[in-house]
């Protein structure tokens, strides 16, 4: 700085400066973050056109999105990502999942009924910023299932994929993967590609060539500042449903909120605007993610009236399918060092999409401790039959829903997971990588029978995270995501999903987002509502 002192006038000095920042802030096209506070008092007692619930995957395009035109308060039970090494470095991948605690960690833990250990976000950016980042778009059957506009879907993918999404360096092992996986027959080799394929491919993954994790809260920054509040370390309790509103319609007023950290068991509330001379409202939009959002639902008294008596929670809308049809597809993983090593933990960036889209198979390296980690390669069956439930532990929000997920229960499931185990042993003694592992191929005919393999599914059935139903379209929210029996309430997470998208979630999820914050503009655009801002 002393040197261009000298050499320039100061006022040089200042254009120079200014178009530099300028040239930053256009090659950095977002609009900014918007506000943050953790402060329940900056918020309580304020109207809002949109209240969205969980700061997640696919609630933050959303607000991201709806702020184009309207005011939206999103409210997190967890803290920012920002600073945050854990979520952001991707060298320390992973070890969020390992340091949890009860009400404050990045990952909450939780075991279902299965007995199976599973994890959840409780961060702004939700889950995308605990996971291992792959980034790969749902099959086009998938979207023609879901009922979507194909046009609008590609364009919302698109939107996501400027902002967050990378292409990723292979590492040595996941080389070794790709070659295994094609060995195996799992072919044919569809290179770098976003797409749902069949075969072999690279998929993407939204660390970038720094090794920073760019989660979903980083999509906040392409929404309209001005319109978004963000309130973090914050729990909503459950949704202010009047009943006596107008005539016998059920309409939802706002939300109830209290601090995440239990410093204080005062209870805040926040409402929607009520625009004057227009029946047209905005919503309360759960993004709270497949356990959040049914749980939710049933804190605010909407759900079965056995259920809810049970908790002594006076029933204002009896949809009994809230919770019911949860799934998780069920997962192997096979070990493949000899012991626990140094090796630098991994996220996958290769997967091998068998068998007609049953079978994903993908491979990492896990930390087990602060210096030690696994090699393993997983597979997941895709489109589950086995079906569970969703149900309330407790009346405090803060603590897990209780889950079952009937892990392989269906016949159907546990014949698929025998199959799926096969191909996983065939790739994990393919030449390549034991070769890359110095293990010499092993092939003795084993002793696998279909039974062995039975009882291995059994016993180490585990989950891939992507569990998904719980307010499932066509049983407790309809086309548009709207609650049914309640007005001004939708669900738009991965607790709507029928089945998960066959490939991994995050980014139909971040894709959802964005569509339906179009969806809802354009409705209103359709409905041309003047009076309302
Ligand atoms: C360990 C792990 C690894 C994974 N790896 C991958 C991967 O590599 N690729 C991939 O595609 N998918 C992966 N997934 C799956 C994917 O991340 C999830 O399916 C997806 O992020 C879920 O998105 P969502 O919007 O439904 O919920 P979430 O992203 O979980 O968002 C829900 C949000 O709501 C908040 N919330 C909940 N309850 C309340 C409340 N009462 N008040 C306020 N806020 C609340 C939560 O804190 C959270 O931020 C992984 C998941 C996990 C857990
Ligand atoms: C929010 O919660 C996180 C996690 O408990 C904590 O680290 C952070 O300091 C909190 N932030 C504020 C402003 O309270
Ligand atoms: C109550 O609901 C019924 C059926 O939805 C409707 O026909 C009726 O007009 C409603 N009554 C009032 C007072 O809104
Ligand atoms: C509603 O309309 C009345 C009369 O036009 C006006 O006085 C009032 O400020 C309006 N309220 C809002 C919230 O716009
Ligand atoms: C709403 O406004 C229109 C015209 O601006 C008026 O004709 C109508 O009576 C109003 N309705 C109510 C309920 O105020
Ligand atoms: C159930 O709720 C009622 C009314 O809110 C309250 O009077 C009663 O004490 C509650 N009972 C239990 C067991 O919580
Ligand atoms: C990790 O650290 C612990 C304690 O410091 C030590 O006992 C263990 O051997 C280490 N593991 C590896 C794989 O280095
Ligand atoms: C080879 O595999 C068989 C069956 O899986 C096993 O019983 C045997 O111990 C293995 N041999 C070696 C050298 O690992």
């Not at 261009?4 to 977002?30: D, E």
């Not at 949809?319 to 597809?329: F, S």
């Not at 090699?375 to 997941?380: D, F, L, P, V």
Request: hydrophobic share 35%; with cysteine; proline share 5%.
């Amino acid at each position: 700085m002393d040197k261009l002192n000298m050499k320039f006038p100061p006022t040089v000095v200042l254009t120079t400066f200014i178009w530099l920042l300028l040239l930053n802030l256009s090659l950095h096209q977002g609009k900014g973050l918007p506000y943050m506070t953790s402060d329940v008092q900056q918020v309580s007692g304020k109207s809002f056109d949109y209240i969205i619930v969980g700061g997640g995957t696919a609630g933050c395009p959303l607000a991201a999105t709806l702020s184009e035109k309207f005011t939206v308060l999103l409210v997190e039970r967890g803290g920012s990502p920002y600073g945050n090494p854990l979520v952001i470095d991707k060298k320390y991948y992973g070890l969020s999942l390992l340091q949890t605690d009860e009400f404050s960690s990045v990952a909450q833990s939780f075991i279902s009924k299965d007995g199976v250990s599973n994890l959840r976000g409780r961060v702004l950016g939700g889950s995308s910023s605990i996971n291992g980042g792959f980034y790969s778009r749902a099959s086009e059957d998938s979207v023609k299932k879901a009922g979507w506009d194909e046009g609008l879907v590609k364009e919302a993918y698109g939107w996501v994929e400027s902002k967050v999404v990378f292409t990723p360096q292979l590492t040595p092992w996941q080389s070794v993967v790709e070659f295994g996986l094609l060995e195996t027959g799992i072919q044919p080799y569809n290179g770098f590609s976003l797409e749902h394929l069949k075969g072999t491919k690279v998929g993407g993954t939204v660390f970038d060539e720094l090794g920073k994790r760019h989660t979903s809260a980083d999509l906040l920054d392409a929404g309209n500042p001005n319109n978004v509040m963000v309130l973090l370390n914050t729990t909503v309790k459950n949704i202010i449903i009047d009943t006596n509103c107008k005539g016998n319609e059920t309409r939802v007023q706002g939300i109830r909120f209290i601090k995440s950290d239990g410093s204080s068991s005062k209870i805040h509330e926040a409402y929607l605007n009520q625009p004057n001379n227009s029946s047209r409202w905005g919503d309360v939009i759960l993004s709270a993610g497949a356990l959040g959002s049914p749980q939710i639902l049933l804190l605010s008294g909407i759900g079965s009236h056995e259920h809810l008596k049970k908790f002594n929670i006076s029933v204002k809308v009896g949809l009994e399918d809230v919770g019911h049809g949860i799934q998780d597809n069920p997962s192997i993983a096979v070990l493949v060092d000899k012991m626990p090593a140094k090796r630098q933990p991994e996220s996958p960036q290769i997967v091998g999409i068998a068998d007609d889209f049953r079978f994903i198979i993908e491979a990492g390296v896990v930390p087990i401790s602060l210096n030690a980690s696994r090699t393993r390669i997983s597979a997941k069956i895709a489109f589950p039959a086995s079906k569970g439930k969703l149900e309330l532990n407790s009346r405090d929000p803060r603590q897990n829903p209780s889950v079952t997920f009937n892990y392989l229960a269906e016949e159907k499931d546990l014949q698929e997971c025998v199959k799926m185990v096969q191909l996983l042993e065939r790739v994990a003694k393919s030449e390549s990588v034991s070769m890359f592992l110095g293990i010499t191929p092993n092939n003795t005919k084993s002793m696998s029978s279909a039974d062995r393999r039975k009882k291995l599914c059994k016993s180490s059935v585990r989950t891939f995270y992507h569990y998904h139903g719980g307010c499932r379209i066509g049983s407790v929210v309809d086309k548009d995501y709207r609650v049914y029996g309640v007005k001004g309430l939708r669900v738009i997470d991965g607790s709507t999903f029928q089945e998960s998208p066959g490939t991994n979630p995050m980014a139909t999820l971040m894709m959802l987002g964005r569509y339906q914050g179009i969806k809802l503009l354009q409705e209103w655009k359709d409905n041309s509502y003047s009076q309302h801002p």
